[in-house]
């Protein structure tokens, strides 16, 4: 779906506000509709299962910009 990491864990520190999020994974997609393909693929969907079993997460999709 041409997905890519662009921040996977690493130390997180709040500047403002009182979110303490312990950890932070952020994908990059060519396009939201990539994005979205991806999210309810069947390739995604034993990983994404595992994911929602084992944690608590939050998860949104949000339209870049061009540079």
Same mark, same amino acid.
């Given at each position: 779906?041409?997905? +890519?990491?662009?921040?996977?864990?690493? +130390?997180?520190?709040t500047l403002e506000g009182d979110w303490q999020p312990e950890r932070i994974v952020v994908l990059e997609f060519p396009s939201l509709e990539k994005a979205k393909q991806w999210w309810s693929s069947e390739e995604y969907a034993p990983a994404k299962k595992i994911r929602q079993a084992t944690a608590s997460t939050k998860m949104i999709v949000i339209e870049g910009f061009e540079a």
């Open positions: 779906f041409g997905g +890519k990491f662009i921040v996977r864990g690493g +130390k997180a520190e």
